[in-house]
């Protein structure tokens, strides 16, 4: 299967600080990624889909000057918590499909721990 | 998103018996798709169903899907240990490969 990869698996920062996260196809080409959140013991959440070479389109609720997403390369789209807040701790996961393909692929996931 | 149903949202069970989860969703679909995510872990893809099939299997896995209802199970066969898991169902619409995630279902296998 395909791989999908993300740095960092855990980052523990203070309040108020930005933190990036990285989202890489490792062996296939993502013109769209998406982007999740999920809260302890809850399902995932789907903040965001990554539109290589355009603007992400944002899930109702999700604020999009606090979470920035950029999707640069066919293989790459990161994920920027702005001004983290304890609130903002969370599993985050992203995915991307291989074209043409239902099937998605997960990445291992990113803890995010605001103190 | 509208998120579906699941049920039951924890299981026990001991090994070698068989587990069935169920998964409801509420709007029209193009798949439904069935994910295991072990423990602060990312999510494993197992299965999809078209939402023309009724009915797919793979190895010890067998899923079902009913659209007049709005429904799905999973059944995992001969369950182990390592099948220990929460285990989701993912629903996409027509023209749209964005996934909307059931609550899961915590599943325990006890030795």
């Known amino acids: 299967g395909a791989v999908v990869s993300q740095h960092p698996s855990r980052v523990i920062c203070k309040s108020g600080t930005s933190v990036k996260i990285e989202c890489r196809s490792l062996?296939?080409?993502?013109?769209?990624m998406f982007w999740y959140r999920q809260f302890p013991k809850q399902s995932l959440m789907l903040m965001a889909t990554s539109n290589e070479g355009s603007k992400a389109t944002y899930e109702q609720g999700v604020e999009k000057d606090k979470f920035l997403i950029n999707h640069a390369s066919l293989t790459l789209s990161t994920l920027t918590v702005t001004s983290a807040h304890p609130e903002d701790s969370s599993f985050y996961i992203c995915?991307?499909?291989?074209?043409?393909?239902?099937?998605?692929?997960f990445g291992p996931g990113t803890r995010l721990t605001v103190l | 998103s509208q998120q579906g149903e699941e049920d039951p949202q924890a299981l026990s069970i001991q090994e070698g018996e068989n587990a069935t989860m169920n998964c409801s969703y509420k709007?029209?679909?193009?798949?439904l798709q069935w994910y295991r995510q072990n423990s602060g872990r990312g999510l494993v893809h197992l299965i999809l169903?078209?939402?023309?099939?009724r009915e797919k299997h793979s190895g010890r896995l067998r899923v079902t899907l009913d659209t007049s209802k709005k429904s799905s199970s999973l059944l995992i066969t001969a369950s182990r240990a390592a099948d220990t898991a929460s285990y989701f169902c993912a629903t996409d619409g027509k023209g749209a490969q964005k996934l909307v995630f059931g609550q899961g279902t915590r599943l325990t296998i006890n030795p």
């Open positions: 062996d296939f080409q993502a013109t769209t």
């Open positions: 709007t029209s679909i193009n798949n």
């Open positions: 995915s991307a499909p291989r074209t043409g393909e239902n099937e998605q692929f």
């Open positions: 169903i078209r939402s023309n099939e």
